[in-house]
């Protein structure tokens, strides 16, 4: 028999496919329809087979769908914004344009050599003018229904690359690709009014809407949108204090504690707070702290692991319960995106105001007494309690839960006319101005007498200007000669267009549904895009559960708001796979990252492949380029094909876990796709020679029939399930049992043979066409119907038990399935292996674990 040849039979495949428009989607609506998508790529240059194991899912899961009768969409496109193209374009001189398209192709012709079974007629990039100006119409339409917004908001600043930065691109103070000192700036930006759906949001993570996304994503939403319950109020100025001017009426405050006001010992403001920015014009030791604050790392994870500092002004506050004065302190710690950019500090019940008040020898007195301590002896112990407990030291609070003194602590302001309950939420206005040219322009157009005017309709799309000059920083936009002037729409005198492009997750928050419809003159045709969405099955890496998911879900609702889409939600189901990850490998000398295939590895050690000279053998890591651990699957192609790499991906382990590629485990994936082609040689045109529809099976066929049964009602559950790597291994146990049946009729094994084509064929899509043409099957496995296991055998009339004897195997035990405890025990005794093992001994227990083991405990 010849062995199988990858290399002629998976380009044959793919062509015939393409030829047969095999996967080519319309709303045929006589069919229950099913929507799969991967998150889209970015067009860096290559695919890795991190990208493999994605997109081999989704494949999985779409050609399974397609042979169960579903009208299947299956689309990929390209997120292709975004700095690394205008990098690229500083560093080679190339525009944005050419290197993006010209990755683009690249990565589509490796993508294609997978095998994916991809609507390819739909394919887009962001980047594409007939993409992004229905981004613009939509842009337009949120801006007239009070969606969109322009503010002066405060912004990280690169002075040496002059844009703006995310907190993530600060590190230690400086930008990450420049290494300038980072500043704060006011600026104009474009913001869209996420917070009006902030409760929707919210409501839909547990009210069923998401029931199909995984438990830790949905909190990690709940938590970033950050809904909380508590008290807004102003803690006046004490008596002998000056009150600065604009701030007469106090430091406005938000708590979710006001349960431990009488725990107040100090105000704490942020540096950003326009009070501190009032005080800082006559105090240069505050501007000073201030510029330092703003210089450090700017995210929540930088602040919260910074050490706690603050800059104590000359201000200090009223208690509103008793006559104690609490300082006012301008500290790096608070943020002034969340409530009002000032707290009270309750060091004893808070970690962070406990580090500060240790630092700078504040009070520290608990109000919170946990259960069983006695009040009149209770300390704290060198850390704050953070736990439950009543209240004490607290006047009219004393004795209450935490609970019913939040809603004590709230009645009591409010009667004294302080402030008010109120809820808040974490979650602020999405900021997508970028200051770069490799993005989608805002269609906006400033003018002196007018203001801010939107660009007609008729004129979109605004498209960027093929030339740009990147030999300096800063936004090119900026810097054209021509293209940011136009005139004003509405009084027709000059003006100049907005020169700030979108964020590019703006680009990525409604692709999903440009998919499922592509009008020339809309950005959806809605009745078309309404029965295709929401998503059937999402697919994409956890680093994105937060901000990408966010901006669709708002997006969503947004269109429609304005009437493109009829549903909330893009998404029914979510699943977060898991990395794939390798070893490092850096020489030592010279620091430089090198490629697995630069590397051959002895044992425990590894050198260079290209003068022998040792190298360091790093840590296990996420695929990245960066660190050049990544595998090309077009090299794994050629040696093994494509469906060995997809097959080593899917069986290695469950697929939210991650993986680690080894060129054993491909090897291993490449010997069993050999074996089922053995099966498949031995029975050229098996299908032809019988009438499956007509059963002609006999006693002799039963246990090859159960096993061809039992595979396809688990790997069908399997799949349904996401458990990929149990589907492998189920028809692993099957081809085991194929070869085993040789007795079988030529009518089972054909049966069998069939099941094994169709099972085989979301996970190795070549080998299985192959298989089904060789078999002689009609048409192509891709169209050919999903196989139905029959109930009347998946009942077995046998089952095997392994025998044990003290723990330890020694021999199997076939007994009837419907066999009792009773006579499994003397069956299992009588034994002759267990015979031998029991001799000489006392039988103390006979354990039987129900279609298991026997367990026979003796001594």
Not at 175 to 190: D, F, I, T, Y
Not at 356 to 379: H, M, Q, R
Not at 559 to 576: Q, W, Y
Not at 835 to 851: A, D, F, L, S, Y
């Amino acid at each position: 028999m010849s062995r199988y040849n990858p290399k002629e039979a998976e380009p044959k495949w793919q062509k015939r496919w393409t030829e047969a428009k095999a996967f080519e989607t319309s709303a045929d609506k006589t069919k229950p329809k099913y929507y799969v998508l991967e998150m889209f790529p970015y067009p860096s240059g290559r695919i890795h087979i991190g990208h493999v194991r994605n997109y081999a899912m989704g494949d999985v899961i779409a050609r399974y769908k397609k042979a169960c009768g579903y009208n299947v969409l299956h689309p990929m496109g390209w997120d292709a914004f975004g700095m690394p193209a205008e990098n690229a374009a500083m560093q080679t001189g190339s525009h944005p344009a050419k290197w993006t398209y010209g990755n683009i192709d690249i990565m589509r012709g490796q993508l294609k050599q997978m095998g994916l079974s991809i609507d390819w007629s739909r394919e887009f990039a962001t980047c594409d003018p007939d993409y992004y100006e229905h981004q613009q119409r939509m842009f337009l339409e949120f801006w007239k229904a009070g969606l969109a917004y322009r503010k002066e908001s405060l912004v990280n600043w690169d002075p040496v690359d002059q844009t703006v930065l995310a907190n993530e691109q600060v590190i230690d103070g400086k930008g990450w690709r420049s290494g300038a000192p980072v500043e704060r700036r006011k600026l104009s930006q474009w913001f869209l009014k996420i917070t009006d759906y902030a409760e929707d949001l919210l409501a839909a993570l547990d009210d069923g809407r998401l029931s199909g996304w995984p438990d830790n994503v949905r909190l990690m939403q709940k938590n970033w949108i950050g809904k909380s319950k508590g008290l807004q109020m102003k803690f006046r100025f004490a008596d002998g204090t000056m009150a600065p001017k604009g701030f007469e009426d106090g430091i406005e405050v938000f708590t979710t504690r006001p349960d431990t006001l009488y725990g107040a010992s100090f105000i704490a403001i942020s540096p950003d707070h326009p009070l501190a920015v009032e005080l800082a014009q006559n105090d240069k030791g505050l501007q000073a702290f201030i510029a330092e604050c703003q210089s450090a790392g700017t995210s929540e994870e930088a602040i919260e692991k910074a050490e706690k500092r603050g800059y104590k002004t000359a201000l200090e506050t009223g208690h509103p319960f008793d006559d104690r004065r609490l300082p006012v302190y301008v500290a790096n710690f608070v943020l002034m995106g969340y409530g009002t950019g000032a707290i009270f500090g309750c060091p004893a019940h808070d970690q962070r105001d406990y580090d500060f008040a240790t630092k700078y020898d504040l009070a520290i007195p608990p109000v919170v007494l946990p259960e069983g301590e006695d009040a009149a002896s209770y300390a704290l112990e060198g850390e704050p309690y953070i736990g439950p407990g009543t209240i004490f030291n607290s006047d009219f609070l004393n004795g209450l839960s935490v609970e019913h003194a939040i809603a004590a602590a709230i009645k009591k302001i409010e009667e004294i006319g302080l402030g008010k309950g109120v809820t808040q939420f974490r979650l602020r206005d999405w900021g997508v101005s970028r200051q770069r040219y490799w993005g989608c322009p805002i269609p906006a157009i400033h003018c002196e007498k007018c203001g801010v005017v939107p660009v007609p309709e008729k004129d979109l799309p605004v498209k960027l200007p093929d030339e740009a000059d990147f030999s300096e920083p800063g936004n090119p936009l900026d810097r054209h000669p021509t293209w940011k002037h136009a005139d004003c729409p509405q009084c027709g005198g000059k003006g100049r267009r907005e020169t700030d492009t979108f964020d590019t997750f703006v680009d990525s928050s409604w692709y999903f549904a440009r998919f499922a419809s592509q009008p020339e003159d809309k950005p959806v045709e809605k009745q078309v895009a309404d029965y295709w969405l929401p998503v059937d099955q999402y697919i994409g890496g956890i680093e994105h559960a937060i901000l990408h998911l966010l901006y669709a879900r708002f997006f969503t609702r947004a269109m429609k708001k304005v009437g493109h889409l009829s549903v909330d939600e893009p998404f029914a189901n979510l699943f977060t796979q898991g990395m794939v990850v390798h070893a490092t490998y850096r020489d030592p000398e010279t620091g430089e990252w090198l490629l697995p295939e630069e590397v051959v590895i002895e044992k425990d050690s590894a050198k260079r492949a290209d003068n022998g000279k040792p190298i360091k053998i790093g840590p296990i890591e996420k695929m990245s380029k960066s660190k050049k651990n990544v595998v090309s699957p077009e090299e794994i192609a050629k040696t093994y094909g494509a469906d060995a790499a997809r097959w080593f991906m899917l069986s290695d382990s469950p697929p939210e876990r991650d993986v680690e590629w080894t060129d054993s485990g491909v090897e291993g994936a490449w010997k069993l796709i050999n074996r089922i082609w053995d099966a498949v040689q031995a029975a050229p045109g098996a299908l032809k020679t019988v009438d499956l529809s007509k059963p002609e099976a006999n006693d002799a066929d039963k246990s090859l029939r159960q096993a061809t049964h039992a595979a396809i009602a688990g790997v069908t559950d399997d799949i349904d399930h996401f458990r990929f790597n149990k589907a492998i291994a189920r028809i692993y146990e099957f081809l085991n049992a194929l070869k085993k049946e040789n007795g079988a009729s030529d009518w089972a094994r054909a049966e069998a043979l069939s099941a094994l084509a169709r099972l085989i064929a979301p996970f190795t899509p070549h080998l299985a066409e192959e298989s089904w043409e060789t078999l002689g099957g009609e048409g192509l496995v891709c169209d050919a119907p999903w196989p139905k296991a029959d109930p009347a055998l998946l009942a077995k009339d046998e089952v095997v038990l392994g025998l044990q004897v003290n723990g330890k195997r020694r021999g199997e035990l076939t007994v009837a399935a419907d066999a009792d405890k009773e006579t499994v025990e003397q069956a299992a005794l009588s034994d002759e292996a267990v015979k031998r093992h029991i001799e000489g001994k006392t039988v103390r227990k006979v354990v039987v674990v129900p279609g298991r083991i026997v367990n026979i405990v003796a001594n």
